[in-house]
């Protein structure tokens, strides 16, 4: 059986099909080049938290389903995530990932491309082989369309002074937010609970994608690179600017400037001051307000449930996820 995070421990039955998800990954990659299918499968065995899968497994409990079924389409899920990771590493010409060394510094940025689109094959093959209909397909599509207008949105404003906070939002919910939406509707939708029940668990995974990835930019300003497992702060030099820099500018921008005027040349020093400033600014505590609000929404979603031992699970595992400090 496939090792899954430790985290899943407490509940057993997500632990149990988390790690039969894994292990159906692991067989549907057989690339020709056995040196980059060891790699994909030491990315996807690297300690990753498989949220997104296992709220697809959770919503999926709202009914009596195939769990087998379940366990091929929570797969399908953490493929095109990890294809997303693969890609993004890539752009960001990132050389670590979950503590190790990226595809793309080890092999290149060529074989990088040609393993993320690969994975990508191999989700559609997994929704392909077990969706009960093409709802689940046309959404996959849908949301991989809003990931790359995310991206494209997000390469356009690079170094932008005068990034807002409105623009932030688009991009991370085209980044993050709609791949936890999908992880939410697929586990609703082929439950066989509804449309109406699926876009509810829609809307509950934005709301939590959202405010996971503000958090995730608040511990750029609070970790080092060793807690974090990828360089703290980096996409600051090439130019991504997340939530609690846009909030500083907005206040600081004198003093900020001439660092990030410096833009890929930008020092250690120069990264430090800045990360500096943007704490004392007050800017983390708005960001984490900014946090909190998109935490209440995906709570109050969750509240309205069915009383289920899964909307149990969803709280605990929400709370846990959106109040971490690392």
Known sequence: MAKVHAMWQNYPEIETELAQSLALIEDNIHTKNQAVTDAILKMISAGGKLLRPAYCLLFSQFNA???????????????????????????DDSNLRRHQESIQARFGKDVAVYAGDYLFVVCFKLLANY???????????????????GELSQMTTRYNLDLTPEQY?????????QLFALSCFIGAYESQKGLKFARQAEKIGLNIGLAFQILDDILDYTQTDVDFGKPVLDDMRRGVYSIPLIMALQSNRQTLAPYLEKQAAMTDADVHAVQGIVRQSG?????????????????????KLPDMPAKTMLQQLTERLLTRKA
């Open 65 to 91: 389903v195939d769990r087998q079924k379940m366990i091929a389409l929570a797969a399908a899920v953490e493929t095109l995530h990890t294809a997303t990771l693969i890609h993004d590493d890539i752009v």
């Open 131 to 149: 969706a009960s209909d093409l709802k689940s397909i046309q959404f996959n599509s849908q949301t991989m369309d809003q990931i790359l207008d």
């Open 169 to 177: 939002l688009q991009q991370i919910n085209g980044k993050t937010g």
């Open 283 to 303: 800017s983390v505590e708005k960001a984490q307000a900014l946090a909190q609000d998109y935490t209440n929404r995906a709570l109050a979603g969750l509240a």
